[in-house]
């Protein structure tokens, strides 16, 4: 238990998202994108939206990334 006294939930891979600016959007879409109009629970893929599912439910969520600003806007969402 953590200081909160709330179970963990540790999501490896939650960070990875699709990238409105990223090279394969790019090449699909010949532009960069705005992911304004996607729903937060859908931006972070499959391990975001377990996450956030995970917080949701009153878990400590341990989001694991290379950086802390690769979470920053999931850890933000949560």
Do not use: C, Y
């Not at 990875?16 to 994108?33: E, F």
């Not at 893929?45 to 950086?67: D, P, S, W």
């Amino acid at each position: 238990m953590n200081s909160a006294r709330k179970p963990v939930a540790v999501v490896v891979g939650a960070t990875s998202k699709w990238q409105a600016d990223g090279r394969n959007t790019k090449l699909a879409h010949g532009k960069v994108l705005d992911d304004s109009d996607i729903p937060v629970g859908a931006r972070w893929g499959i391990g975001g939206a377990i996450a956030q599912k995970f917080a949701n439910e009153g878990f400590f969520v341990v989001l694991t990334t290379r950086t802390a600003a690769n979470a920053a806007a999931l850890n933000s969402a949560i």
